[in-house]
């Protein structure tokens, strides 16, 4: 079993910059593809930005240019760096992690979202 933790939501203003993280832990064989999602009140959870294990990245149209991801494979962290931030960003942002095992299975796994709210 893998969990996953993020920390750094919060509140900040339209212009500011907030910086989350995500840690696996449990039983860890390979974390593959590292990616975080937001869900805005009323609608579908999108993504915002994904890693895979060799640093190739894709961002959502909306976040190019003011959002970067990255991680650490030897913590199994993955971050991301939000500036810019617009009110329409305001959501709960979810980490999300595809995990292999010994037996070459992959497992999606998330975390419990952490709130992101950017005033005007």
């Known amino acids: 079993q893998v969990h996953l933790v993020e920390s750094g939501g919060g509140l900040v203003q339209a212009g500011g910059s907030l910086k989350l993280s995500c840690a696996a832990s449990?039983?860890?064989?390979?974390?593959?593809?590292m990616a975080w999602y937001r869900q805005a009140p009323g609608k579908q959870r999108e993504l915002v930005a994904s890693?895979?294990?060799?640093?190739?990245?894709k961002f959502a149209d909306s976040v190019k240019g003011r959002f970067s991801i990255s991680r650490d494979n030897n913590k199994n962290i993955v971050y991301l760096d939000m500036n810019s931030l617009k009110p329409d960003d305001t959501a709960v942002y979810y980490c999300n992690a595809i995990h292999s095992n010994n037996l070459g299975y992959s497992t999606a796994y998330w975390g419990q979202g952490t709130q992101v709210t950017v005033s005007s």
């Open positions: 890693i895979t294990r060799g640093a190739n990245t």
């Open positions: 449990g039983t860890i064989f390979r974390v593959n593809d």
